[in-house]
């Protein structure tokens, strides 16, 4: 057990299309009355836009921030704010403009109203970097954290691919580092993955369309999440470094992340190996230096610090800066370690991996589907095909392993029939079809819980009239069944057809028994005008599902057992109601717990009372007998 704090530090966040309408009503919300507008000439439209809706709030307007914070710009922005009496800053811009709004926070505690038009994230954290005489420093502290942030997606469906793409990076190494922070912890694990997953997808979809809404949308949320992370979370490394060579080589800030964050994230693989297991996972790529590498290529970001004109020969300066004061990291942070990553960066060397990079095949097989008639097929075999490449590519598969795989479902196909369906028993035993069973019918809660149909049901039962014995002499404790058919409100559905069956008391069905003459334990019923029905059986046993199969071997091979909780399968179809497919389950019986197809559900566990003496119809029964009384629900057809 880890144990950890989480402190909820919120600012107000608006998102969406077109929120920068609501940045006056915001200003009012924090009490400004005199504003100071900080954006760059190249927002002019955006910046007018807002000083419109500001009216006579606004004080003033100040164009200078740069990159780093410099002190010296700060305090001429201090100054501005001051002569114009201004109770409030609205920062509209990237994170230089951010960066300048919280260095005026700091000093005099005005509330902020943020609108980023990047994807830097810092605007919702109480972090500042600023940078004086050639070093760059951060604090934090509670003034520092702007009042509100307003997201308007609009405002980044014309900023350049490349922009886009290293402050997407710079966000995404935000996401990276607080997964292994020494505060990490479940909450701020979670918003950083689903950040990363986001930022990722974001960025391979951009080049496409630009000006797509939602990739943006992805990109912005992406980037808010991040940032959290980047307020809740100590950083690490990767930080330490950009800061170094931003803040005192004058690197640009997000180029710098771009360049850094595969080989800071390489340096400490090997010591947060489970860590960089989520992150891949969640880019979808095999392993994660290497994936934020190949990302960062495809979408056509910088990949060396030489293409940003940093010197070589600056590297045992920056090491030595680097390295002057210990910070927390996942490996120890030593002078050689700090030199051979950023020799690396340098060169812009692609992190070493144990995989090749497949990237290329999957995105052609991919691209194969972009005809496919249906939109669903098309999404379908473009996630499979993904998956499928992961998980050759992350688990190293080799051909002999899947060769052994091809061949295990070559004979699950071939012992398949009309009577042994093998790929059903598969997907039953892989928890699959419980999963897709789960998908489509339980999102009716006052309906019965429905079951997987399992690899025995045959079409067209024969059809018996109510109160038949399906045992037909067969041995076992006998069952007496009434049940019931309903709405979900209770009244009877006369009419519903029900198709009941089960295994002997031997465990098998009758398709399993080639000697038997006829169905047995199968059969159709139709309800009455009371929506019920009769019947008598026997008590469903456990029983193991055929082993001598491929799906057997499976088991075996994986210390499963094959057993079956008792049940009995019901189908049940009625006119203007979603058809039911389920199974009823003998409480106290063996396996409710570790079914092997994954099928118990406890709302499907009933009591089969026991009972002896007179029986409901007055058939004669030596000993004990089993009463099953129930009522199904079955939920409405849309439109019903």
Known sequence: MKPFVHEVRSTRIVFGSGTISQVRAEVERVGGNRVLLLASKRLDDVARRVGDSLGPSLAARF????????????ERALEVLRSNSADCVVAIGGGSTTGLSKALAARTNVPQVIVPTTYSGSEVTAVLGETQDGRKTTRAAPEIRPETVVYDVDLTLGLPVALSVTSGVNALAHAVEALYSPQAEPVTDAIAL????????????????????????DLLTGAWLAGTCLGSVGMSLHHKLCHTLGG???????????????????????????????IARAMGVPEAPAGVYDLIVEAGGPTSLRSLDFPLEDVPLAVELATSRSYPNPREVTSEGVAGLLANAWHGKRPASRVPDLSWLTADVVASFDRAPSRRTRLLLEDLVRRLHSYATENDLTQPEWQRAVDFLTRTGQISSAVRQEFVLLSDTLGLSSVVDALTNSRTPDSTPSAVLGPFYVDGPPAVPSGTDLAAGLTGVPLWADVHVTDPD???LEGAVVDVWQADDNGFYDIQLPD???????????????????????????????DDGPVGELLAATGRHQYRAPHVHFMITAPGHERLITQLFVAGGDYLDSDTVFGVKEELVVDFRPATGATPDGRTVEGEWRHLDFTFRLARTAGS
Do not use: K
């Not at 690197?251 to 297991?277: D, S």
């Not at 059969?523 to 009371?530: L, S, V």
């Open 516 to 546: 038997l003459d006829g169905p047995v334990l199968r059969a159709r019923f139709t309800t009455d005008a009371n929506g019920r029905f009769t019947f008598w059986s026997i008590l469903p046993s456990a029983y193991p599902i055929p």
């Open 63 to 74: 164009d200078g921030a740069v990159m780093h914070t410099p002190v010296e710009v700060t």
């Open 248 to 278: 005192s080589f004058g690197l640009p800030h997000a180029e710098t992340h771009t360049v850094v964050l595969p080989h800071a994230m390489a340096y400490n693989a090997p010591a947060a190996p489970e860590v960089m297991e989520r």
């Open 490 to 492: 209770g009244l009877p």
């Open 194 to 217: 689903d950040a990363i997953t986001r930022i990722s997808r974001g960025l391979r979809a951009l080049s496409a369309n630009p000006s797509d809404v939602d990739t943006r949308a």
